[in-house]
């Protein structure tokens, strides 16, 4: 039982928060306040005060402009919609697996899972571009998700908490009455778990909006991503902050939105990882 | 046999998925470190000619000195700022739970546009600092300047992240042993220094490990800021190996980096690992 005002924290208390959390906002909000003044007003205006009149320009210079961020926008898409459709079915099979099935061998092959999380990713970026240039890929909208197709680490640790949680007994039933494995994983244990793969879906398509290097060294030309693009607009218009400013909110905001719909359950989720 | 052992079958893909893209790059990456490769041709064997290269150079110590500073600053920062704030917001409040999230935005954005954005932030000309003092300020062309701002946009970047696992590992500590300390008339600082924290320490390891791996792969806001200068004072070997095998064309040399980087992140991670075994044991 929580007594009354026991949690609540002294006003100093409060104030580091409120702090913290402007502190955490305040960068993305400015940046948009500038990606809507035109170069003019900027240079006239305090970068904190409201625009008199409010533009598109910036946003139109950064879709249509030649550094092909309309492209990037939709190649990103693209690539996260195929990840939600290979990495993330794949991934809760074997996060089902790992958490119902008993098998030889099973611990030792979770915990390799779990040891490739700590692996950093830039250390594999020039074995990865051989094995993907040997096989003809580099250059290709293949070579931006081809090593991640097969699963995630991450969202099969995630799932596998998820999925053990369901009541043995559920799963066990299910068996007597003859169900297949196939069966009770995608008819029972995932409608049960929908709201962590709905967190699984969200992380996925933020990893590879977000993503960087991967799609900077293999992408070349023909397949920038947005991340890829947004760091070219940086270049390209150095110094033209109410422009490149157009970029970083264009590569932010989209995902800063869908997370505010879902950010009760995403905080859930990822905090139940630990346990 | 039967039930449970045809489940493995559902782990097959993935299981193939890190064969192919994580333990077979680990094994690819030591075989092209002893070979010269400059992307166009053939990987030549060349044995050991790139390691003597990279430990006789100079810049790739002051690239490890680079990651190490980096690393010293960004995770201590980390973890005591998220511990500093987990401890308030693991009690039960209203609006606790939105600060939470409001907390963790940052790590949701691509890190490449957050290190755009502190690029602005932080810009001489044009800059929002220098714009609201109204002078040029210009740090980020000085060495220690660069570097202390390439940590504050990272830790800025992770800080409400981790501090939801700091939460959760307070929620596990039972209410009633800090009640007991209350009412033994220990401050609440006191309480939170001799009771909280040994209790947490199993979690500051994790959240350590945690942290230490990705500050050890660590590119994005330093490229988008930096690029690795002022006179290599962010140039960590992330940057470096990027730069190696990309602009200079060496894939061999960065691969020898590489496997420098992977070697450093594993015994720094086993040495915390053990810390979290030994810390369990109390």
Redesign the interface.
């Known amino acids: 039982m929580?007594t009354k005002n026991?949690?609540?924290?002294a006003q100093a208390?409060y104030l580091?928060?409120?702090v913290?959390?402007a502190?955490?906002?305040a960068?993305?909000l400015?940046?948009v306040l500038?990606a809507v003044k035109s170069p003019a007003e900027?240079?006239a205006s305090?970068?904190?005060s409201a625009p008199i009149s409010p533009t598109w320009d910036n946003f139109i210079e950064v879709i249509t402009g030649p550094m092909g961020f309309g492209a990037a926008i939709g190649n990103t898409t693209l690539a996260a919609a195929v990840l939600v459709a290979t990495q993330v079915p794949?991934?809760i099979?074997?996060a089902?697996?790992?958490a119902?099935?008993?098998?030889a061998g099973?611990d030792f092959?979770f915990g390799?899972?779990v040891a490739?999380?700590?692996?950093?990713?830039?250390?594999?970026?020039?074995?990865?571009?051989?094995?993907v240039s040997q096989a003809g890929l580099a250059g290709t909208f293949a070579a931006l998700i081809?090593?991640?197709?097969?699963?995630s680490?991450f969202a099969?640790f995630l799932l596998r908490q998820h999925f053990a949680a369901i009541p043995r007994d559920t799963i066990d039933a299910a068996?007597i009455d003859g169900a297949s494995?196939?069966m009770i994983?995608w008819r029972i244990a995932v409608p049960l778990c929908r709201p962590t793969i709905a967190v699984v879906i969200f992380i996925t398509v933020?990893t590879q909006?977000?993503s960087?290097?991967w799609p900077r060294?293999v992408g070349g030309l023909d397949w920038q991503t947005?991340?890829v693009a947004?760091?070219a607009v940086?270049s390209q218009y150095r110094?033209n902050?109410t422009v490149?400013?157009a970029?970083?909110t264009l590569?932010?905001i989209p995902?800063?939105t869908l997370?505010a719909v879902l950010?009760?359950q995403?905080?859930k989720s990822?905090?139940?990882?630990?346990? | 046999m039967g039930?449970?052992?045809?489940?493995?079958?559902?782990?097959l893909?993935?299981?193939?998925?890190?064969v192919?893209?994580?333990?077979?790059?680990?094994c690819?990456?030591l075989w092209?470190s002893l070979t010269q490769?400059d992307l166009l041709g053939v990987?030549e064997f060349v044995g050991l000619q790139n390691y003597t290269t990279m430990f006789g150079s100079e810049v790739f110590w002051g690239s490890l000195v680079a990651t190490s500073v980096l690393l010293c600053v960004v995770v201590p920062a980390e973890l005591i700022l998220a511990l500093?704030?987990a401890v308030?917001?693991s009690?039960?409040?209203?609006g606790?739970?939105l600060?939470?999230?409001?907390?963790?935005?940052?790590w949701?954005?691509?890190?490449?546009?957050?290190g755009?954005?502190?690029?602005?932030?932080v810009?001489p000309?044009?800059?929002?600092v220098s714009?609201?003092v109204g002078s040029r300020i210009d740090w980020i062309n000085d060495p220690s300047g660069a570097v202390a701002i390439v940590a504050i946009a990272i830790v800025?970047t992770n800080v409400?992240?981790l501090s939801?696992?700091f939460?959760?590992?307070l929620n596990t500590i039972p209410q009633e042993i800090g009640e007991a300390a209350m009412l033994d008339g220990a401050g609440s600082a006191r309480r939170f220094v001799s009771v909280t924290l040994p209790l947490m320490r199993p979690?500051v390891y994790?959240v350590a490990?945690i942290a230490v791996?990705q500050q050890?792969?660590a590119?994005?806001q330093i490229?988008?800021l930096t690029g690795g200068g002022p006179s290599g004072a962010t140039d960590v070997?992330?940057i470096k190996?990027?730069a190696n095998?990309?602009q200079t064309f060496d894939?061999g040399g960065?691969?020898a980096l590489?496997?420098v980087?992977?070697l450093a992140?594993f015994v720094l991670?086993l040495l915390l690992a053990r810390r979290v075994g030994a810390s369990h044991g109390h």
Do not use: C, H
Request: glycine fraction near 6%; charged fraction near 5%.
């Open positions: 929580v026991a949690g609540a924290p208390t580091l928060l409120s913290s959390a502190a955490a906002v960068p993305f400015l940046s500038t900027f240079t305090s970068p904190l794949l991934s099979m074997a089902y697996a790992f119902t099935g008993r098998f099973r092959l390799t899972f490739t999380l700590l692996i950093p990713p830039t250390a594999l970026i020039v074995p990865l571009y051989f094995m081809v090593p991640y197709v097969l699963g680490p099969i068996r494995e196939w994983l933020v909006w977000n960087f290097i060294v947005v991340a947004t760091a940086q110094g902050w490149v400013m970029a970083a590569a932010t995902l800063l997370f950010q009760g995403i905080t990822l905090v139940l990882m630990e346990a | 039930k449970g052992t045809g489940v493995a079958l559902l782990a893909p993935s299981t193939l998925g890190i192919l893209f994580a333990l077979l790059p680990v690819v990456v092209l490769w990987p500093l704030i308030p917001l009690r039960k409040f209203r606790a739970t600060i939470r999230s409001i907390l963790v935005v940052p949701v954005a691509a890190p490449i546009a957050i755009v954005i502190w690029s602005w932030i810009a000309d044009g800059g929002l714009q609201l800025w409400g992240y939801l696992f939460i959760a590992g979690t994790f490990v791996a050890a792969s590119f994005d490229w988008a070997v992330a190996i990027f095998a990309f894939l960065a691969s590489s496997l980087l992977l992140l991670t």
